[in-house]
């Protein structure tokens, strides 16, 4: 926001009700009355805003007006764009320090490929979160504007206008981003727009960082479900973040594309923003062959945020009732899981077992015909597989040696 008169400025923060997150004053051959509109204006509207400006007066005794008065920074008019630059992220930098409790947290997921699991990981960082700090104060957004997912996964109805507030954005203020957000029965607050196939909706950066901003002032941490497309207003979000999460998938494309865009991101976000991968549907193979956990390690280096692994139905079944994944993947699903997947390494039969199906012990037969050799894999490489139908084809077996060597780039 650039102003061109303190007295202008004044009478439109005292129109708005909104206050900006850092408020800029150009002086104008700076006299003494307009010094004296800053006082006023932080002692209103501002006090917790931070202020920066420029003057092309900056003699000794504005200089001293302005220190007085606290203003964050002030430059004279003929700084270099990199001066002005620095002068604003200072200024808001040393604003969050000073209020830390009124710093707002904001957690961005980026997705690598689509169905990589990039919404059901921000949803559930997003529940994870409000349980720690009070789930009333933290805002889910899904910035997937014309097909998101958030609100179907939760089984909400989605009641952000994106359409009309991209048309209109001076009309939007708190109060009308209340009336849009969605409520679910744990309280967690999420920003979801309906979808809109075939259409095209032209949203500008300033509007995407007006909504967030007014988040802002209202939650102490927004969780973003980012789209795979990169949009002007991408690079303002990530930049806004103090965490970029990308999720990728458990697959060597998937795991080069993540080093390649990891990378890319870490060079918009933030000085202090913390980027990383989280590699989701992680599963060792029951051979010991195939991707394995260190390739990822190896390929991602420092930049890798840990592994998810493969839920299987567990994640649709959140997905189809509408509630978090901790509601479903409860303790003892996990240590229903942990049992079967130990049944598995001996049973591989039974892998694909859901564990809403109780364990029953194979019949003899099978446990049989599971412990004979693989065809088609040498001695040595695997001693059980898939028995039956396609212990002769079984895709995974045939591409595994690929798999492994293609990742060593
Ligand atoms: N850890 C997991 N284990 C098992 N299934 C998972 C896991 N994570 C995600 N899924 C499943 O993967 C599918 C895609 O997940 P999701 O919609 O979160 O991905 P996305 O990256 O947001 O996709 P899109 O590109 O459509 O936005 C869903 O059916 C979900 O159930
Ligand atoms: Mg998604």
Redesign the pocket.
């Known amino acids: 926001m650039l102003w061109s008169s303190p007295r202008t400025a004044i009478r439109r923060a005292l129109e708005s009700v909104l206050a900006p997150q850092l408020l800029i004053v150009e002086l104008d051959n700076a006299r003494r009355v307009d010094t004296a509109f800053i006082g006023r204006l932080k002692a209103a509207k501002f006090e917790t805003v931070p202020v920066v400006v420029i003057s092309n007066l900056l003699d000794p005794e504005t200089v001293g007006a302005l220190v007085r008065l606290r203003v964050d920074d002030f430059l004279s008019s003929d700084c270099t764009i990199g001066e002005f630059h620095k002068a604003c992220q200072h200024a808001l930098k040393q604003h969050a320090r000073e209020t830390p409790g009124r710093a707002t947290s904001c957690y961005s997921f980026f ?1 690598v490929s ?7 990981l921000a949803i559930q960082s997003a529940f994870l979160i409000g349980r720690r700090n009070g789930m009333s104060n933290v805002c889910l957004v899904d910035l ?1 504007l014309q097909d998101g ?1 958030v609100a179907d996964y939760l089984d909400l109805a989605p009641s952000f206008r994106i359409d009309e507030v991209a048309s209109s954005p001076a009309r939007l203020d708190r109060q009308l981003l209340d009336v849009m957000l969605s409520r679910h029965s744990s309280g967690l607050s999420v920003l979801a727009a309906p979808r809109c196939p075939a259409r095209h909706i032209n949203v500008s950066a300033e509007t995407v960082a007006l909504v967030l901003g007014l988040l802002s002032q209202s939650f102490s941490t927004i969780v973003v479900d980012l789209p ?1 497309t990169w949009h002007a207003w991408t690079e303002n979000v990530v930049w806004g973040s103090n965490r970029v999460f990308i ?1 990728s998938s458990f697959t060597v494309p998937a795991l080069r594309q993540a080093r390649a865009v990891s990378e890319a991101i870490a060079g918009v976000a933030g000085a202090d923003a913390a980027v990383s991968v989280i590699v ?2 992680y599963h060792e193979s029951l051979f010991g062959g195939g991707l394995q956990k260190k390739d990822a390690e190896r390929a991602l280096g420092d930049s890798l945020a840990g592994f ?5 139905n567990v ?2 079944e959140a ?1 189809n009732r509408g509630l978090p994944l901790s509601a479903i993947y409860t303790r003892d699903v996990q240590d229903e899981r942990r049992r079967s997947a130990r049944l598995a390494r001996r049973c591989p039969q039974t892998a694909s077992r859901t564990p809403s199906q109780p364990y029953r012990r194979p019949p003899a037969m099978e446990l049989e015909k599971a412990s004979r050799p693989v065809k088609g894999l040498g001695a040595g490489e695997g001693r059980a597989g898939p028995a039956g139908k396609g212990d002769t084809e079984d895709p995974r077996a045939a591409s595994w040696g690929g798999v492994r060597k293609g990742l060593d780039v």
């Open positions: 997705p689509g169905g990589c699991g990039n919404t059901t997937n997912a795979k999720v989701n549907r998810i692994p493969d839920l299987g994640v649709l997905i």
